[in-house]
Protein backbone atom coordinates (compact mmCIF):
# COMPACT_ATOMS: atom_id res chain seq x y z
CA UNK A 1 0.00 0.00 0.00
CA UNK A 2 2.73 2.24 0.53
CA UNK A 3 4.82 1.54 -2.14
CA UNK A 4 1.44 2.56 -4.30
CA UNK A 5 1.43 6.12 -2.60
CA UNK A 6 5.07 6.47 -3.28
CA UNK A 7 4.07 5.85 -7.02
CA UNK A 8 1.43 8.22 -6.76
CA UNK A 9 3.68 11.16 -5.15
CA UNK A 10 6.40 10.81 -7.97
CA UNK A 11 3.91 10.53 -10.62
CA UNK A 12 1.61 13.55 -9.62
CA UNK A 13 5.58 14.97 -9.17
CA UNK A 14 6.28 14.59 -12.95
CA UNK A 15 2.53 15.86 -14.54
CA UNK A 16 3.53 18.97 -12.37
CA UNK A 17 6.78 19.23 -14.22
CA UNK A 18 4.62 18.75 -17.67
CA UNK A 19 1.72 20.77 -17.04
CA UNK A 20 4.20 23.75 -15.90
CA UNK A 21 6.09 23.23 -19.24
CA UNK A 22 3.04 23.24 -21.43
CA UNK A 23 1.58 26.35 -19.69
CA UNK A 24 5.02 28.28 -20.27
CA UNK A 25 4.44 27.20 -23.68
CA UNK A 26 0.46 28.30 -24.14
CA UNK A 27 0.87 31.01 -21.83
CA UNK A 28 -2.27 29.61 -19.88
CA UNK A 29 -3.14 26.80 -17.43
CA UNK A 30 -2.12 23.30 -18.90
CA UNK A 31 -5.79 22.28 -18.52
CA UNK A 32 -7.70 20.89 -21.35
CA UNK A 33 -9.86 23.82 -22.47
CA UNK A 34 -6.75 26.37 -22.27
CA UNK A 35 -4.65 24.17 -24.47
CA UNK A 36 -7.99 23.55 -26.94
CA UNK A 37 -7.83 27.70 -27.04
CA UNK A 38 -3.92 27.34 -27.65
CA UNK A 39 -4.23 25.16 -30.74
CA UNK A 40 -7.30 26.78 -32.55
CA UNK A 41 -5.56 30.21 -32.10
CA UNK A 42 -2.36 28.64 -33.46
CA UNK A 43 -4.39 26.93 -36.44
CA UNK A 44 -7.08 28.66 -37.12
CA UNK A 45 -5.69 32.36 -36.47
CA UNK A 46 -7.53 33.45 -33.32
CA UNK A 47 -6.98 36.20 -31.56
CA UNK A 48 -7.57 35.18 -27.70
CA UNK A 49 -8.81 37.27 -25.34
CA UNK A 50 -6.48 38.64 -22.66
CA UNK A 51 -8.28 36.48 -20.14
CA UNK A 52 -8.89 32.44 -20.10
CA UNK A 53 -12.12 33.77 -17.97
CA UNK A 54 -13.64 36.04 -21.03
CA UNK A 55 -17.31 35.85 -20.87
CA UNK A 56 -19.00 34.30 -23.92
CA UNK A 57 -16.26 34.11 -26.19
CA UNK A 58 -12.17 33.38 -25.99
CA UNK A 59 -11.53 35.42 -29.06
CA UNK A 60 -12.16 36.19 -32.48
CA UNK A 61 -11.13 34.64 -36.05
CA UNK A 62 -8.83 37.27 -37.53
CA UNK A 63 -8.62 35.74 -40.90
CA UNK A 64 -10.38 33.69 -43.34
CA UNK A 65 -14.24 33.70 -43.99
CA UNK A 66 -15.18 34.40 -40.44
CA UNK A 67 -12.59 37.11 -39.49
CA UNK A 68 -13.94 39.55 -36.62
CA UNK A 69 -16.40 36.89 -35.27
CA UNK A 70 -15.95 35.77 -32.26
CA UNK A 71 -15.57 32.06 -31.20
CA UNK A 72 -15.86 30.00 -28.02
CA UNK A 73 -13.55 26.91 -28.00
CA UNK A 74 -13.62 24.10 -26.31
CA UNK A 75 -11.85 20.79 -25.72
CA UNK A 76 -13.46 17.46 -24.96
CA UNK A 77 -12.22 14.02 -24.37
CA UNK A 78 -15.62 12.95 -25.84
CA UNK A 79 -18.27 15.65 -27.08
CA UNK A 80 -20.82 13.03 -26.81
CA UNK A 81 -21.46 13.31 -23.44
CA UNK A 82 -22.78 16.89 -24.19
CA UNK A 83 -21.45 20.39 -24.33
CA UNK A 84 -21.60 23.35 -22.10
CA UNK A 85 -23.24 26.77 -23.87
CA UNK A 86 -22.71 30.01 -21.66
CA UNK A 87 -25.74 32.35 -21.34
CA UNK A 88 -22.82 34.65 -22.77
CA UNK A 89 -23.76 34.83 -26.77
CA UNK A 90 -20.75 34.11 -29.41
CA UNK A 91 -21.35 33.53 -33.07
CA UNK A 92 -19.49 30.31 -33.60
CA UNK A 93 -18.66 27.27 -30.88
CA UNK A 94 -15.59 25.40 -31.69
CA UNK A 95 -15.14 21.97 -30.29
CA UNK A 96 -12.11 19.59 -30.44
CA UNK A 97 -13.10 16.00 -28.96
CA UNK A 98 -11.35 12.94 -28.44
CA UNK A 99 -13.17 9.34 -29.84
CA UNK A 100 -15.95 8.17 -27.88
CA UNK A 101 -15.34 6.99 -24.66
CA UNK A 102 -16.49 2.90 -24.73
CA UNK A 103 -18.92 2.04 -21.94
CA UNK A 104 -17.22 0.75 -18.85
CA UNK A 105 -14.15 2.64 -20.02
CA UNK A 106 -11.49 3.63 -17.77
CA UNK A 107 -12.35 7.48 -16.76
CA UNK A 108 -8.91 8.90 -18.29
CA UNK A 109 -8.91 9.72 -21.62
CA UNK A 110 -5.75 10.40 -23.37
CA UNK A 111 -5.59 14.27 -25.00
CA UNK A 112 -6.34 13.64 -28.56
CA UNK A 113 -7.92 15.49 -31.33
CA UNK A 114 -10.12 13.08 -33.35
CA UNK A 115 -12.81 15.63 -34.67
CA UNK A 116 -13.38 19.43 -35.10
CA UNK A 117 -16.73 20.71 -35.29
CA UNK A 118 -17.63 24.08 -35.91
CA UNK A 119 -21.03 25.18 -34.25
CA UNK A 120 -23.06 28.33 -36.04
CA UNK A 121 -24.36 29.57 -32.18
CA UNK A 122 -27.41 30.99 -33.23
CA UNK A 123 -28.40 28.40 -35.67
CA UNK A 124 -27.61 25.47 -32.99
CA UNK A 125 -29.55 27.59 -30.13
CA UNK A 126 -32.78 27.89 -32.75
CA UNK A 127 -32.49 23.90 -32.92
CA UNK A 128 -32.12 23.13 -29.65
CA UNK A 129 -34.84 25.59 -28.42
CA UNK A 130 -37.24 23.95 -31.32
CA UNK A 131 -36.60 20.32 -29.85
CA UNK A 132 -36.86 21.45 -26.25
CA UNK A 133 -33.35 20.96 -24.87
CA UNK A 134 -32.14 22.81 -21.92
CA UNK A 135 -29.70 24.72 -22.77
CA UNK A 136 -26.48 25.02 -20.20
CA UNK A 137 -23.81 22.48 -18.70
CA UNK A 138 -23.41 19.69 -20.57
CA UNK A 139 -26.17 20.28 -23.26
CA UNK A 140 -27.37 17.15 -25.23
CA UNK A 141 -26.34 17.07 -28.59
CA UNK A 142 -27.81 14.63 -31.48
CA UNK A 143 -24.95 12.67 -33.78
CA UNK A 144 -26.79 14.81 -36.66
CA UNK A 145 -25.96 18.01 -35.11
CA UNK A 146 -22.19 16.67 -34.67
CA UNK A 147 -22.19 15.46 -38.38
CA UNK A 148 -23.51 18.51 -39.70
CA UNK A 149 -21.01 21.04 -37.93
CA UNK A 150 -17.84 18.42 -38.36
CA UNK A 151 -15.08 20.23 -39.83
CA UNK A 152 -12.18 17.78 -39.14
CA UNK A 153 -11.99 14.92 -40.39
CA UNK A 154 -13.51 15.82 -43.49
CA UNK A 155 -16.09 17.66 -43.64
CA UNK A 156 -19.69 17.67 -43.69
CA UNK A 157 -20.17 20.24 -47.57
CA UNK A 158 -21.65 23.31 -45.54
CA UNK A 159 -19.40 24.95 -42.85
CA UNK A 160 -18.35 28.72 -43.55
CA UNK A 161 -14.62 26.95 -43.10
CA UNK A 162 -12.57 24.80 -44.93
CA UNK A 163 -9.33 23.76 -43.61
CA UNK A 164 -6.46 23.93 -45.68
CA UNK A 165 -4.13 20.96 -46.33
CA UNK A 166 -2.08 22.59 -43.84
CA UNK A 167 -4.50 23.08 -40.74
CA UNK A 168 -5.72 19.55 -41.18
CA UNK A 169 -1.66 18.26 -41.13
CA UNK A 170 -1.62 20.79 -37.55
CA UNK A 171 -4.89 19.01 -36.02
CA UNK A 172 -3.50 15.96 -37.18
CA UNK A 173 -0.65 16.26 -34.42
CA UNK A 174 -2.79 15.49 -32.13
CA UNK A 175 -4.77 12.25 -33.42
CA UNK A 176 -4.39 8.77 -31.86
CA UNK A 177 -0.89 7.96 -31.36
CA UNK A 178 0.36 4.47 -31.12
CA UNK A 179 1.97 3.64 -27.91
Not at 33 to 57: K, N
Not at 74 to 103: E, M, Q
Not at 118 to 133: C, I, K
Request: net charge neutral; charged share 20%.
Amino acid sequence: MTEKLHQLAALLQARDDLDARIAALTGRSARPGDIGEFIAAQVFDIELSGTAVQAGYDGFFRSGPLSGRTVNVKAYGDVFTGIDISPHLCDFYLIFSGPPRSLGAVRHHRWQISAAYLFDTPRLLETLASRGVKVGIATSIRRADLDGALIFPGTNGTSPLRLTLEQTALLNLFGAHVT
